[in-house]
């Protein structure tokens, strides 16, 4: 392959990765490039991005884009990018439940990031079958959200619809709507989003659940580059003196925003009855979201869903 490239950053590169794998990644970084730019100027931008693969930035940042399912989505940092696991679970969502313009879903994304979970959905559930709300503490993540949707064309309102414009719209899309709020404020729902929504069919997220002894062991790839908010379990809490030491211990491994999640649903309508909470988890921590889910959210069944790697990876939980 001949590379708009300095050879001896190439052979830095495949020093790094080994040369099989560089030589895939120079040739997507290639493609990014191809027809955009002129000669000299893509040479340039070429050396530019194996400069950055090789100073350890993930490949998606530097591409600007991530497949996930059929859909080719936008990354930015530091929003997280979407894992294969998480797309593995939302595929499997897919096709457990069949909703349709007749009978539509209401959908909640807590902790959307680039919005991929929600989109997804509304690429492989049916036209007029999703009104789909994101919802994220992170301006840049809902920014890319709806960039992504926009990208994905998937209707995205700036606001929500009435319901009788809703009734039209659902014909001929599925809508994805992104808002600004921090789940961990028990009293986000009460924004007139999710007030006028509730109750939800489904409720998604894949919330940050890594304890912080385990973050502090991740690659610098990761640490680096992607928002410590999107990924610690127990963030720093303005409250954390009035926690009692079962809350603590949940803090400890990264359970935070299960807890607050399983109170959301317990305490509030939020989850129809019948509805269905689907929500990832880190490797060791399937078991406790499960318990927390019966006891706090007081669901009626729940089910734990393994990824392709063998590892449990989803709650299922029906109310
Ligand atoms: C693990 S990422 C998941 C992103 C996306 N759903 C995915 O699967 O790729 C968690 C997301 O939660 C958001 N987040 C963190 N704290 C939050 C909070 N208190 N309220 C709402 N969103 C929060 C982060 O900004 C981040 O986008």
Redesign the pocket.
Known sequence: MTLPATPALVLQLAKILGRRQAKQELRWMQDTLLNKHQNDEKSFLMNQMIKRRIAGEPLQYILGTQPFGHLELLVRKP?????PE?EDWTIRLASLLSPSADRPLKLL??????G??PLLLCHLWQKGSLRAVG????HD?LQLAKDNAKRVNVSSPQTLEPVDDFQEAKKTSNTFVGIH?????ADFIKGPEISTMQPFDVVT?????IPKHEYDGLPPSVRDYE?P???LGD?PSPRADELNESHRDHDRRGLR?YRAIADLIGNHRLVKEGGLAVL?VGHDQSRDVAALMSKNAKVSRTEIWKDPWGVERCVLAWK
């Open positions: 929003v997280l990018i979407p894992r998480t994304d807590l902790c959307t990031g680039s991929c979970i919802v994220d503490v992170s993540a709020a921090d789940i961990l404020d997220s894949n919330p940050p659940y928002d908010a999107a990924l963030p925003f990832e």
